[in-house]
């Protein structure tokens, strides 16, 4: 099971993907087995040589009663020294952010692709746009034939 941020792609130049582990409670990775949680809004800050993902929605899981998690909780990330220190020098340049790119299963755990990301413009976004109209249009041509 993978949950994809299309809207990263849309929205963002990806310029390099980090893999990261996701600290979480019993009942969250249940609800998150059950697909009720949405990346689409969510990205990473680092704070204190730590890396946190704010804003991601894990619903609440239907049978937790009092055992219950806070459905936007900030949840930190682990990665290793390296890759936090790699992270710090990409977001202190100017514009960069960290966009978590899909949340997936790897060997029972749940592992999140952490894009290191730049806004696109308006006018990127119109010449993506027009260009996978190109290319779908291509596409269907060559199955005519």
């Known amino acids: 099971m993978e949950i994809i941020n299309r809207k990263a792609k849309h929205d963002y130049f ?14 969250e990775i249940k609800s998150i087995r059950q697909g009720n949680c949405n990346i689409k809004d969510c990205y990473g800050i680092v704070k ?10 894990v619903g ?6 009092i055992f219950n998690h806070l459905e936007t909780r900030d949840r930190k990330l682990l990665l290793h020294k390296k890759e936090i220190k790699k992270l710090e020098d ?3 340049r100017k514009g960069f952010t960290l966009i978590p790119l899909k949340l997936y299963f790897k060997e029972n755990k749940l592992k ?34």
């Open 14 to 27: 990806v310029d390099e993907v980090f893999e990261a582990g996701i600290v979480l409670t019993g009942t």
């Open 48 to 57: 204190n040589h730590e890396v946190y993902l704010l804003n991601m929605y």
């Open 60 to 65: 609440q899981y239907k049978e937790g009663n």
């Open 90 to 92: 990409y977001i202190e």
């Open 112 to 145: 999140v692709a952490l894009g290191v990301c730049h806004g696109k413009k308006d006018y990127d976004k119109r010449e993506a746009i027009k260009e996978r109209d190109i290319k779908r249009e291509v596409e269907k041509n060559l199955k005519r034939y």
